[in-house]
């Protein structure tokens, strides 16, 4: 079974068009995402992992890592 | 930088009564950049070297450059005498020799187009989004729109759905931007009023959480983009118009 990491990177390459899995720990105001694809893209986290992280939550990560711990 | 260098990437969009609007074209043009570059102070340049792709690089770099030419002609400064700092919530303020200036400015960019909103005085926040594809509309519909929205977003015909869900969506975050708060504050608790839901391109906003600030709201879309603007309103004034 896929691991959280290589779950949340095929998501993230899909819908944010990063592809570099040494971005997961970039900075995200570094990776200049915007706010109708950072949600989208949390909209679809949710979906395929089943769980219910909000805006409000999601904006306490400073990196895609953060999100990957919060889901591991 | 030289007045026709920078009249060849921006125009103004829109004036609002004491708002201006400025139109930034982001398309890729290295010698703009290269011009726009030489405007901006050593810590917004160790900003660009921080960001890993060339695209988010381009946007600061054009809408700061048009920011600081916009700012200086207003405030009747030198560039050199222009800098930054921010809120709480990253939110960006201007300062004249290192003392808060007398405007308030705020700054969007989507693909290739950038706005930049400026007034005297008075929160403001404006958004644009180039209406894209790759958004599902129906999810994040789900997430952010209030049960009214959702329900006007469902009586919408499919072809309608992407105008409707960008119209909404920019008109939302110019009033969180013009709030300065981010996403701490949840988007599906306040919706946008009826009338500029079906049509109207202007209207008067309340918070529920702060019924004493009004805004004033204006959808800027047009065939390009979406886009929106909110201004808070001086609590002094009247309220004809509401």
């Known amino acids: 079974m896929a691991s959280v990491e290589e779950r949340v990177g095929v998501l993230v390459e899909k819908h944010l068009g990063i592809s570099d899995r040494a971005m997961l720990d970039a ?29 409000d939550v999601a904006r306490d990560f400073t990196t895609l890592r953060d999100l990957i711990n919060h889901l591991s | 930088m030289s007045a026709d260098a920078l009249d060849s990437w921006f125009r103004t969009y829109r ?13 890729p043009d290295e010698e703009c950049e290269a011009h726009a570059i030489s405007w901006l102070d050593e810590k917004e340049r160790d900003r660009l070297r921080r960001y890993r792709y060339d695209r988010p690089r381009r946007e ?11 700012l200086c002609s207003r405030l009747g400064c030198e560039n050199g005498r222009l800098s930054f700092g921010t809120f709480e919530h990253g939110k960006p303020f201007g300062l004249v020799d290192g003392k808060a200036a007398p405007v308030s400015f705020n700054v969007s960019h989507s693909g290739k187009h950038g706005l930049i909103a400026l007034a005297p005085k008075g929160r403001l926040g404006v958004d644009v989004e180039e209406r894209v594809n790759r958004i599902d509309l129906d999810g994040v519909g789900e997430f952010v729109f209030g049960p009214e929205e959702q329900a006007d977003f469902a009586s919408v015909k499919k072809y309608e759905k992407r105008h409707l869900f960008f119209k909404l969506w920019t008109l939302k975050e110019a009033l969180i931007k013009a709030l300065g708060t981010g996403f701490s504050l949840d988007p599906s608790r306040f919706e946008i009023p009826p009338e500029m839901r079906r049509g109207a391109r202007k209207g008067i906003f309340r918070f529920p959480h702060i019924p004493e600030a009004r805004w004033r709201l204006e959808n800027l879309g047009n065939a390009d983009f979406a886009a929106a603007i909110a201004q808070e309103l001086d609590p002094a004034l009247d309220t004809k118009g509401e």
Request: charged share 25%; glycine share 4%; hydrophobic share 45%.
């Open chain 2, 15 to 27: 004036e609002i009564d004491d708002i201006l609007i400025t139109h930034v074209d982001l398309s």
């Open chain 2, 60 to 70: 600061f770099a054009l809408c700061r450059a048009v920011l600081r030419s916009i």
């Open chain 1, 27 to 55: 900075d995200l105001t570094e990776l200049g995402v915007n706010s109708v694809d950072a949600v989208n893209f949390l909209k679809t986290v949710n979906q395929d992992f089943g769980v219910d992280i909000s805006p």
